[in-house]
C-alpha cells in the first residue's frame, strides 16, 4: 500500500508528460501539476501542519486536485465541501472538523467568509477563480454565476521539499455523510481505504495510462475523490473536466476529447437522453459507462442501451466503503439484464476483489434470502470524526452495517432499498424502490420517488411524486397511472396517493433527495 502523496510523486517521474487535466481548451501535464502543487504546499504550510484539516470548496475545475494533492503532501487532512450549501452548512463543517484553511471558488466566497467569521477562531480562506486556466464558456459561465476575483493561490512560486511523510494509516479525508438523520457525520479516509478504492477500480476496469475519464462526478463527492481522481493517478490517466455537469458540454467532451469511461448518478443518464438526441453524438470511444450512488432503473438501462448500444454498468458502494463494494463483472458480456425477476431490481455487480458481503436480519442474525447487507474490506473506514456512538453502532468487528437491504442471488447483489425507507402498509411490507421501478416503466414516466404517508386506517400508505415528460395534472391521467400500476403490483403497494410534480430535488452528485419530500409527510389518501 502507498500513500497519495507517494503516488503523486511517483505519477510525476513515471507520467511527466501526459496530460492530468483537461479543461476547457487547456491542458495540464503530471510534470507541471507537480511543480504547481509544490508551489501551493509551500503557501499553506505557512497556516498548516501534520493532521490539520484543510476545507475546499471547489466545483471541477483544475485547482481542486491541485489543492487536493498539495494537502497531502503536507501529511493534512482533505476536507471536500458541496459549493452549494449554505453558510450555516458550511459553519458546522468547519466547526466540527477543526478546519485550519478554507479553500473556495469566488462564487461561494462569501458564504464560506461567513461561515469562518461565525466561529470563534481564525479560519485563513483563500480564494481561487474559476477562469484562471481557461475561461468558462459564456453561456455556461451566466447559467452557473460563475464570478471573477482576485486568483489567491500561489501555483507558480516556491519549490516545497515535505517534512512529514504521511502513512498509509494516516487520515487523508474527512468526507461528511449526508446527514438524513441528526447532524452530518464525517468518515475518517484513510490513506490505505483509498489506495484499495482506487486499486479495486485500476484492476478491476482495467484502467490504464490510455485512458480519460469524463470527469463528471462532482469532485467533493466520494465517486469523483476515488474512481475519478485517484484512479487517475494512479495509472497516469487524464481527467476532462468541465466545472459542473451539462448534458450536451458532456457529451460534446465524450466526441471531441474521446474520453473512455465515467461514472455518474443514473439522473445524469436520464438527462442524456432527455436533454439531447444521444445517437447524433459520437461515443464509440466510451468502453465503460458506470453508475453508482443510487439505483438504475430497468427502464434507464434499456434506454440507453438502444440509443448507445452499452450497459450502464452499475456499482454500489458508499462513502464508507471509500467507493466500490461491488461492481458488474467487466466487460458484461451477456445480452440480457442481471435482474431480480421478483422486484425487477437491476444487479448492483458482484463483490470487487477482497470483499465480503453478509445479509443480517433484524436481529442480527445471518439471513438466508433477504437482509441488511454488510461489508468488509480494505475500502471500508475504521471511524467516523470524533464520533465512537456512531462508530460502534456503524463499524462492528470490520463489518460497516450499510443500512442498505438487498438480496444475494448467485453471488449477484441486489440493492433492495434503504432499511428506514421501509413502509408499513397495515402490516404490509413495501419496498419503495419496486414501486418506482414499476412507475418508471410507463412511458411517460422521466422519475418517480415513492414515500410512506401516515394514514389513519393503514399506519402508512404508499405515495408517488412522479415528473412527467409532459406536465398534466388532471385527475383521469392520475388514474391512468394507477390503473398502470395495477396491472403489475400487489394491490397493498399500489400508490395510493400521486402527486405529479415538476422537479425532483436531488443532491449535488444527482442522487434523488428521498428527505426533501420526506419533510411534509401528510396522508391524502381519504377513507380507507
Same mark, same amino acid.
Given at each position: ?122 479560519? &485563513?480562506? %483563500?480564494?481561487? +477563480?474559476?477562469?484562471? /486556466?481557461?475561461? $468558462?464558456? !459564456? =453561456? ?10 482576485? &486568483?489567491? %493561490?500561489?501555483? +507558480?512560486?516556491?519549490? /516545497?521539499?515535505? $517534512?512529514? !511523510? =504521511? ?362
Amino acid at each position: 500500500m502507498k500513500t497519495q502523496a507517494k503516488l503523486f510523486e511517483e505519477a510525476m517521474v513515471n507520467f511527466g508528460e501526459n496530460t492530468l487535466l483537461k479543461y476547457f481548451g487547456f491542458e495540464l501535464s503530471y510534470a507541471k501539476a507537480g511543480e504547481m502543487v509544490d508551489s501551493l504546499a509551500a503557501q499553506m504550510s505557512q497556516y498548516v501542519s501534520k493532521g490539520d484539516v484543510v476545507a475546499v470548496s471547489i466545483q471541477n475545475v483544475p485547482q481542486f486536485v491541485l489543492v487536493e494533492y498539495a494537502v497531502f503532501k503536507l501529511g493534512a487532512v482533505l476536507l471536500p465541501i458541496n459549493p452549494a450549501l449554505t453558510p450555516r452548512e458550511v459553519s458546522y463543517l468547519l466547526r466540527d472538523s477543526e478546519s485550519k484553511v478554507a479553500i473556495c471558488l469566488c462564487e461561494s466566497s462569501e458564504k464560506v467568509e461567513a461561515a469562518a467569521e461565525s466561529l470563534n477562531r481564525r479560519v &485563513e480562506v %483563500l480564494k481561487t +477563480n474559476a477562469n484562471t /486556466f481557461s475561461r $468558462v464558456p !459564456e =453561456p455556461y459561465a451566466k447559467k452557473w454565476c460563475v464570478k471573477e476575483c482576485q &486568483e489567491e %493561490l500561489d501555483m +507558480n512560486g516556491h519549490s /516545497f521539499h515535505s $517534512v512529514y !511523510e =504521511p502513512g498509509i494509516d494516516d487520515p487523508a479525508m474527512l468526507v461528511y455523510t449526508s446527514g438524513t438523520t441528526g447532524y452530518p457525520k464525517a468518515a475518517v479516509i484513510k490513506h490505505k481505504n483509498i489506495y484499495a478504492g482506487s486499486t479495486i477500480y485500476r484492476d478491476w476496469f482495467r484502467v490504464s495510462h490510455r485512458d480519460k475519464f469524463l470527469g463528471v462526478a462532482p469532485f467533493f463527492h466520494i465517486t469523483g475523490l476515488v474512481f475519478h481522481i485517484a484512479t487517475a493517478i494512479l495509472t497516469g490517466a487524464s481527467i476532462c473536466c468541465c466545472y459542473r455537469f451539462e448534458p450536451e458540454l458532456a457529451l460534446n467532451t465524450v466526441e471531441r476529447e474521446k474520453t473512455t469511461l465515467t461514472m455518474a448518478a443514473a439522473t445524469v443518464y436520464t438527462a442524456f437522453l432527455n436533454s439531447c438526441d444521444v445517437s447524433e453524438f459520437d461515443l464509440s470511444s466510451m468502453r465503460l459507462w458506470s453508475s453508482g450512488g443510487m439505483a438504475v432503473s430497468k427502464a434507464l438501462e434499456e434506454r440507453w442501451r438502444k440509443a448507445t448500444g452499452k450497459w450502464i454498468y452499475v456499482a454500489w458502494g458508499l462513502t464508507e466503503t471509500t467507493s466500490p463494494a461491488t461492481l458488474w463483472p467487466y466487460p458484461y458480456e451477456e445480452n440480457g439484464l442481471p435482474l431480480d425477476e421478483e422486484t425487477m431490481v437491476v444487479s448492483s455487480g458482484v463483490p470487487v476483489f477482497d470483499t465480503q458481503l453478509k445479509l443480517i436480519n433484524d436481529s442480527g442474525q445471518k439471513a438466508q434470502e433477504i437482509g441488511e447487507i454488510c461489508v468488509k474490506g480494505p475500502q471500508v473506514i475504521d471511524e467516523y470524526w470524533k464520533n465512537p456512538e456512531a462508530t460502534n453502532k456503524t463499524i462492528i468487528n470490520g463489518w460497516l452495517y450499510t443500512g442498505d437491504v438487498a438480496k444475494i442471488i448467485r453471488n449477484w447483489v441486489f440493492i433492495i432499498d434503504r432499511k428506514k425507507d421501509l413502509i408499513n402498509a397495515s402490516g404490509f411490507k413495501v419496498w419503495p424502490r419496486e414501486v418506482e421501478e414499476v412507475l418508471c416503466e410507463h412511458p411517460d414516466v422521466v422519475e418517480a420517488v415513492v414515500i410512506g404517508v401516515p394514514d389513519p386506517y393503514r399506519g402508512e400508505t404508499v405515495k408517488a411524486f412522479v415528473r412527467l415528460k409532459h406536465p398534466v395534472s388532471d385527475e383521469e391521467f392520475r388514474r391512468h397511472i394507477e390503473a398502470f400500476c395495477r396491472l403489475r403490483l400487489a394491490p397493498y403497494k399500489v400508490p395510493k396517493v400521486i402527486e405529479f410534480v415538476n422537479e425532483v430535488p436531488k443532491t449535488a452528485s444527482g442522487k434523488i433527495l428521498r428527505r426533501a419530500f420526506k419533510l411534509n409527510r401528510t396522508s391524502e389518501s381519504g377513507s380507507p
